[in-house]
T-cell receptor
Framework: AQSVSQHNHHVILSEAASLELGCNYSYGGTVNLFWYVQYPGQHLQLLLKYFSGDPLVKGIKGFEAEFIKSKFSFNLRKPSVQWSDTAEYFCAVIAVYSSASKIIFGSGTRLSIRP | GAGVSQSPSNKVTEKGKDVELRCDPISGHTALYWYRQSLGQGLEFLIYFQGNSAPDKSGLPSDRFSAERTGGSVSTLTIQRTQQEDSAVYLC??????????????????FGNGTRLTVT
């Protein structure tokens, strides 16, 4: 069965530090990839997505992610974090079959930023 | 409405009781999804609707769980004989296009705020 792994459960950084959150998936075929963010008390929002084309994807609020097919990875990065980036981040994958697909989410990474 | 609406926002129930959770998707959204978010477990897929039909029910954890969608709009998730392990936040999401459609790329999932279910 397809799965998504986010190995960092809780990351604590100081403001202006660089961020990289890992995401690995297990499926050898065509995939669509997403990062969602959940700010405290808010609903999940799309941060960025990859369907095809340039494997380096730019999202909102200065986030980017790189799809590396050979590593089955889609890590999220931001060069300089802000206190307002404190949130939970979820990686998600669609393993594209010929029939119905499903969106599978990772277990999430909680990001805490020290002001 | 402007977004996906879920009700109730919080539900506390006694073990063994039945509960119904409601999701109002964004108007016109064809696809509707239910997920369960448990502490430290991430989002667990439950069921996916295309219109009123559910091509993928593989995530429903047991036969105590069922869901329906009527009129291509509102969906209800029913949990019968609730157990303590059912305690979680139940999230609903909708999208205009269906999974597998090319245009899905331009129609991301819109999530509701969830229903926090506590079984005592």
């Amino acid at each position: 069965a397809q799965s998504v792994s986010q190995h960092n459960h809780h990351v604590i950084l100081s403001e202006a530090a660089s961020l990289e959150l890992g995401c690995n998936y297990s499926y050898g075929g065509t995939v669509n990839l997403f990062w969602y963010v959940q700010y405290p008390g808010q609903h999940l929002q799309l941060l960025l997505k990859y369907f095809s084309g340039d494997p380096l994807v730019k999202g909102i609020k200065g986030f980017e992610a790189e799809f590396i097919k050979s590593k089955f990875s889609f890590n999220l990065r931001k060069p300089s974090v802000q206190w307002s980036d404190t949130a939970e981040y979820f990686c998600a994958v669609i393993a594209v079959y010929s029939s119905a697909s499903k969106i599978i989410f990772g277990s999430g990474t909680r990001l805490s930023i020290r002001p | 409405g402007a977004g996906v609406s879920q009700s109730p926002s919080n539900k506390v129930t006694e073990k063994g009781k039945d509960v119904e959770l409601r999701c109002d998707p964004i108007s016109g959204h064809t696809a509707l999804y239910w997920y369960r978010q448990s502490l430290g477990q991430g989002l667990e897929f439950l069921i996916y609707f295309q219109g009123n039909s559910a091509p993928d029910k593989s995530g429903l954890p047991s036969d105590r769980f069922s869901a329906e969608r009527t009129g291509g709009s509102v969906s209800t998730l029913t949990i019968q004989r609730t157990q303590q392990e059912d305690s979680a936040v139940y999230l609903c999401a909708s999208s205009f296009f269906l999974l597998g459609e090319t245009a899905f790329e331009n129609s991301p999932l819109h999530f509701g705020n969830g229903t926090r279910l506590t079984v005592t």
